[in-house]
């Protein structure tokens, strides 16, 4: 048995039968305890933080998945519906117009990061989808459609939640489009 703390989390790492390591927590993020609530199948992954790059790329690196299969939780706003949630890929730009028409909004601003823990209980770079402060709407990318699993934050820098993108639309009870846009690290 292995005992790691993570942004003062402890986290008990039990190997299996079969050799798989089961994360069993002694204290749950609010998003881990709603996945079990709901009886939803995950694994926690936990990495190294480095503060100065809590980028998508940096974490689907650290826990070993494609950069497309790790998605990143934007916090926005309407001008219709107040504060909706946004989740792209690591390597998308969030499409401002496709979240507003999806979203029944005409325009949506990506909200200052001074407002994303009063709104979430999150921080950068430790903000989920699943287990904020209010069930706010959220919208996913239709490209979560294309993977058997991916990654989301637990709650935590440091932690990520593997799982099923169907469990993530339902535990989320998300909507569906076309609201991202692959960045273009190129620019000349």
């Known amino acids: 048995m292995v005992l790691t703390t993570i942004d003062s989390l402890l986290v008990q790492k039990v190997s299996t039968a079969s050799g798989k390591v089961n994360q069993n927590m002694t204290h749950k993020t609010n998003a881990a305890r709603i996945l079990d609530q709901s009886k939803i199948s995950y694994e926690l992954k936990d990495y190294i933080v480095d503060e100065s790059d809590l980028s998508a790329v940096a974490v689907a690196?650290?826990?070993?998945?494609?950069?497309?299969q790790v998605y990143k939780t934007l916090v926005a706003r309407g001008d219709k519906t107040g504060v909706i949630i946004a989740c792209i890929q690591g390597n998308h730009e969030l499409h401002l117009k496709g979240l507003a028409t999806l979203?029944?909004?005409?325009?949506?601003?990506?909200?200052?990061?001074?407002e994303v823990q009063?709104?979430?209980g999150y921080i950068r770079?430790?903000?989920?989808?699943?287990?904020?402060?209010?069930n706010y709407p959220t919208f996913i990318d239709l490209t979560i459609k294309n993977h058997a699993q991916i990654a989301v934050s637990a709650g935590l820098r440091g932690l990520q939640l593997f799982l099923s993108p169907i469990d993530l639309i339902s535990v989320t009870k998300a909507h569906l489009g076309g609201i991202s846009i692959e960045?273009?690290?190129?620019?000349l």
Request: no cysteine; charged share 20%; net charge positive.
């Open 61 to 68: 690196h650290k826990v070993g998945l494609p950069i497309e």
């Open 103 to 114: 979203s029944g909004n005409k325009k949506v601003e990506v909200v200052p990061l001074k």
């Open 125 to 134: 770079g430790g903000v989920s989808p699943i287990g904020m402060k209010k």
């Open 183 to 187: 960045q273009n690290l190129f620019t």
């Open 118 to 120: 009063p709104l979430t």
